[in-house]
């Protein structure tokens, strides 16, 4: 079985300042990773995925984030912050053995401050 | 760019009555799917569709859940007979192909409230 962990509800952090909103995962085979990005009324959009190759993955808006094998994880990050990144980021995981459909994390509210 | 649009963006209704969540999918894409997202919680899955069938499914997606594309454009989730824990954020996708790399398209949802 497949699983996400966003472990914090909500990241706050000033804008300008660089930002990391945190997600491990638990997989059986190699993971596929994905960040969504949801903004108030609108539905999940797609930030930037891992599949293989460079630990470091860039994405929409200025957005990476780096596959940690060792650590399970997959933070996104964001060098420096802007007010108008507020929203709900999603992680998502998906690793094969007969289903393609990903997992997705609760969600982390992302608050920037002016 | 191409979005895909939900159908209500809000729906009120009794317990024990029949739901119809509409979706528009974009336009060239072939896998659909409906999720959900209870208040507070995961986004989890409930079904994926492709030329006409379910192709997965998930232990929620029960008897009174059902889907189809009733024409070329709308794909939809009919719940037979709501119940109280069925109140969620119900959310559309869709996708150009299937498999572990494609990134999914998603609505804004539809936000369900069963009383």
């Known amino acids: 079985a497949q699983s996400v962990a966003q472990p914090e509800d909500q990241v706050n952090v000033a804008e300008g300042n660089p930002l990391t909103v945190k997600c491990t995962y638990s997989v059986s085979g190699n993971p596929y990773l994905f960040w969504y990005v949801q903004y108030p009324n609108r539905g999940l959009q797609f930030l930037l995925k891992y599949i293989t190759g460079d630990n470091l993955v860039k994405g929409s808006y200025g957005f990476e984030a780096e596959f940690n094998k060792s650590q399970t994880s997959f933070h996104l990050k964001k060098p420096s912050a802007l007010v108008s990144d507020s929203a709900l980021y999603f992680c998502a995981v998906s690793s094969g053995g007969g289903s393609y459909i990903p997992t997705f994390g609760r969600g982390t509210s992302l608050i920037v401050h002016p | 760019e191409p979005e895909v649009t939900q159908t209500p963006s809000h729906q009120v209704t009794q317990m024990g009555q029949e739901v119809i969540l509409r979706c528009v999918p974009i336009s060239n894409h072939l896998y659909f799917y409906w999720y959900r997202q209870i208040l507070g919680q995961k986004v989890e899955f409930l079904v994926s569709f492709y030329n006409n069938e379910i192709s997965e499914k998930s232990e929620i997606f029960d008897d009174q859940f059902s889907v189809e594309r009733p024409d070329g454009s709308n794909f939809t989730l009919k719940i037979r007979s709501t119940k109280l824990e069925d109140s969620a954020m119900y959310f559309c996708?869709?996708?150009?192909?299937?498999?572990?790399?494609?990134?999914?398209?998603f609505g804004p949802g539809t936000r369900l409230t069963v009383t």
């Open positions: 996708a869709s996708s150009v192909l299937a498999g572990l790399s494609y990134e999914q398209y």
